[in-house]
């Protein structure tokens, strides 16, 4: 057996400068150059990927924060900001990966990564579609829509439906899985070109820009006159605080994100709980992580959809690991028009 001589590169990472309050800036994080040993520790079931694509999601603001009864992991201040990415295996002590393998889960903000825990990343069944769709549609946040979706809010054909942050990674797939099932669809957005794109792009029935409208209640009663079935909840604050006032008998509520709270330092209360007794509305929170296990069997369906084209997907990609914290950042100012990633490397 040959002793390979092991290539030492740069990486270029970008880490968490400061712990965030309020909404996030871009000099929070850091853009750092270390470097990286091209190979796994031996005898270790560690991979070393090199990095495609890199995610930005909502979620990771709340990690950024110290908080006294953290509901995720939070970042290390100074360490390399962890997140979702595309991949591809450079050198693999796992039997499942090969060095080639091309590969999708949780990586890290940087150029190369060396994945200890190889039961977080499954490898790409559909090269031939876009990579990048592994961030989205393929990955995290199509998982996200499809099990929140068909699993927490548990649609029926002729469901009213009302999807906020719409025009987002997971609210687009929403909308389109809803019509797709059959239900009449309303999405809210934060732009008139946002609105335009539901209605144009995704098939909603109809939109609203939700900054344009005086009394988010009367905005809902305008769009849902037979009052709502289905919340599929991305923002929280006043926008479920009116949805519960437009809910109808028996009505779902489905929790997946609160990005109107995360940069409070004070969260909004919800004034309209009583809402939920007298219409018997059932309000349920999920996290993508419990329906992992189903991966390869979404995987399946989604593909297909996107094949015979009952799914269409839109990208916000930056160029660069530098671009990491402005389009972070970006998500909290509604910069972004769809899935926000990064493309760290040409494959």
Not at 3 to 13: D, E, F, H, I, Q
Not at 27 to 46: C, F, I, N
Not at 174 to 185: D, I, M, N, P
Request: glycine letters at 10%; hydrophobic letters at 40%.
């Amino acid at each position: 057996m040959t002793n390979r001589k092991v290539l030492t590169v740069s990486n270029k990472r970008v880490i968490l400068k400061r712990h965030v309050t309020g909404f996030p800036a871009e000099d929070d994080m850091e853009l750092v150059t270390a470097t990286a040993r091209l190979a796994v520790p031996p005898g270790s079931a560690a991979v070393m990927v090199k990095n495609l694509y890199i995610s930005c999601d909502p979620y990771m603001r709340r990690r950024m924060t110290k908080h006294q009864e953290p509901s995720y992991p939070e970042f290390v201040l100074g360490e390399v900001i962890t997140t979702f990415g595309v991949s591809k295996v450079v050198e693999s002590g796992h039997p499942d990966f090969k060095a080639g393998d091309l590969v999708w889960g949780m990586t890290a903000c940087e150029e190369y990564t060396l994945i200890t825990k190889p039961g977080s990343i499954f490898k790409i069944n559909y090269p031939e579609l876009p990579l990048s769709y592994y961030t989205g549609v393929l990955g995290m946040p199509g998982l996200t829509a499809f099990s929140g979706f068909f699993n927490v809010a548990k649609p029926k054909k002729g469901d009213y439906v009302f999807v906020s942050a719409a025009s987002g990674a997971v609210g687009q797939l929403v909308g389109q899985l809803a019509k797709s099932t059959g239900c009449y669809v309303v999405g809210s957005a934060g732009s008139d070109e946002k609105v335009n794109l539901l209605k144009t792009k995704f098939r909603f029935d109809d939109a609203f820009n939700y900054k344009k409208e005086q009394d988010l209640n009367a905005a809902l009663k305008r769009c849902f006159q037979e009052g709502i079935d289905i919340y599929f909840d991305n923002v929280g604050g006043a926008m479920l605080d009116a949805a519960l006032l437009n809910m109808r008998v028996h009505g779902r509520v489905a929790m997946c994100g609160q990005i109107s709270q995360y940069n409070l330092e004070c969260p909004e209360g919800i004034h309209n709980l009583a809402c939920v007794v007298t219409k018997r509305i059932r309000i349920e929170g999920f996290r993508v992580m419990e329906y992992f296990g189903t991966y390869r069997k979404f995987e399946e369906e989604m593909v297909g959809h996107l094949k015979e084209g009952n799914i269409t997907y839109m990208e916000d990609v930056a160029e660069g690991i530098e671009k990491v914290p402005a389009a972070l950042v970006g998500l909290f100012y509604g910069r972004n028009i769809g899935k926000q990633l990064v493309a760290v490397a040409q494959e």
